[in-house]
């Protein structure tokens, strides 16, 4: 479906709910398409091509807010759907913060689209799944199985449409590969994984996820648990996406106005170490998660969250915003066309800092390596309590003495993030989410 096409049914439901009655409509229509390839042992093992289209149209009457969707972009159809959203308004309470965003003038210029993508043909996605395998078991014999070796690409598109001028579309694409592997040394089993995600199909290395995720099975090969002890604990990058990932929707201004953030009330206030600067930025370039303009039409930005460890502000879409009686920040999120604009994170991440992970490690007597966590979903979202099961690498004198496992962490977010003394330079990203290698001064690994 061409992207004019998309706009067109927009603004063909923007004017049918404006016939109805409503006094301010907006229209949301995308067009998925997605591509994934599982290989196993040299062979397809599944394929799968999906596709996905629709329109949410959401209207305001009299300060009530009704939504209705549809999956048929028939004039029809549409019609119905603008019937249905005015009829919902009327079993809302009316509240005068929903509002539209007008037109801007001006929006990011982002380059979100790859032609590479569609150009390549199937059998060299497949290959680069089987090169990523081959790689993996080329490692060591010690690798017993490979659970998925998996290539996924996505080709999306979306316009937005409101009463209020706003009449926006852009297109965007991502691929990526993914593997997931069982290492193996007598009854010793562990599991290691890999991933590369891009905008960019020549930026994929399959060779290096492939030997990356074997390196990481092998090397807990023989892992068992320590004393119990209080030392500096280090997090590799994608465990600190884990943590950070906690601190997401308690930086929403949706979840301090419900008092559901551990944040509430602390702005202005230093919530982490002077190293710490937390962002969120929907305009990054080569990020996953940007795009012009976010799910109600509001130009995307870049928001610093935590600066110097000090809490400057919070996301807004224009709900949360007016509430607040401040700006959006281009935060107003939609996972599709059948839910209206939640406030979300879109890149979001803790910058980097200077330090190698090297460096990190070198300068220790004693410390724990964190590479994987367990049962982080169970943390407090409102007080950042957490108690989560641990493996990773124990460090003696400045080297990587042996693998752990067995061992658990407990401790609350915002001592956490105030306890952090070097911040490596190794922003890596999972998805939207990035971290880089992050140090703890001080935690208590419980373990014997």
């Known amino acids: 479906m061409k992207r004019q096409d998309l706009l067109n049914n927009a603004e063909r439901a923007v004017e049918t709910a404006k016939k109805y009655g409503a006094h301010l409509a907006e229209a949301y229509v995308n067009n998925n398409k997605e591509l ?110 490979v659970e998925s070796s998996s290539y996924q690409d996505g080709d999306v598109e979306v316009a937005v449409s409101n009463s209020l001028g706003v009449s926006l579309s852009y297109r965007g694409t991502y691929c990526g590969v993914y593997i997931s592997l069982v290492a193996g040394e007598g009854d010793d089993y562990q599991t290691g994984l890999d991933l590369d995600f891009s905008l960019s199909y020549e930026k994929l290395d399959p060779v290096k996820v492939g030997k990356t995720a074997a ?69 990054l370039a080569e990020g996953l998660a940007s795009s012009p303009f976010d799910g109600e039409g509001y130009p995307t930005s870049r928001t610093t969250l935590v600066q110097s460890g000090v809490l400057e502000g919070f996301l807004h879409n224009t709900y949360t915003a007016a509430k607040d009686g401040v700006s959006s920040t281009g935060n107003g999120t939609r996972n599709s066309f059948k839910s209206t604009p939640e406030v979300g994170t879109t890149n979001f991440f803790i910058e980097a800092g200077t330090a190698s992970p090297e460096d990190l490690i070198k300068d220790l007597t004693e410390g724990f390596y964190v590479t994987e966590v367990m049962g982080l979903h169970t943390a407090n979202p409102i007080s950042g309590d957490f108690s989560v099961g641990a493996a990773g690498l124990w460090i003696k004198n400045g080297e990587i003495a042996r693998p752990v496992k067995g ?23 999972l998805g939207g989410q990035g971290a880089p290698t992050l140090r703890i001064a001080s935690m208590s690994v419980s373990g014997h």
């Open 36 to 145: 994934s390839i599982d290989v196993r042992q040299g062979q397809v093992e599944t394929m799968k091509l999906a596709e996905e289209s629709g329109l949410g149209l959401r209207v305001l009457v009299d300060g009530r807010v009704g939504f209705a969707f549809t999956s048929d972009l028939q004039p029809g159809s549409i019609e119905q759907t603008a019937r249905q959203a005015f009829a919902n308004a009327a079993s809302t309470a009316p509240d005068q913060n929903r509002n539209l965003p007008r037109a801007f003038p001006d929006y990011p210029r982002l380059d979100l689209y790859d032609r590479q993508i569609a150009l390549t043909s199937v059998e060299d996605k497949i290959a680069m799944a089987k090169t990523m395998e081959e790689q993996a078991c080329s490692y060591s014999p010690q690798i017993k199985v």
């Open 215 to 283: 390196q990481r099975a092998v090397r807990m090969l023989g892992a068992k648990p320590v004393n119990s002890a209080q030392v500096p604990v280090i997090l590799d990058p994608y465990v600190g996406v884990g943590f950070l990932g906690l601190l997401g929707p308690a930086l929403t201004g949706e979840a301090v106005q419900k008092g559901r953030s551990l944040f509430a009330r602390k702005l202005g206030q230093k919530i982490a170490s002077d190293k710490i600067n937390i962002i969120d930025d929907g305009t």
């Open 407 to 429: 061992v658990a962490l407990a401790g609350n977010m915002v001592d956490l993030l105030n306890n952090i003394d070097r911040v490596g330079n190794d922003l890596s990203f």
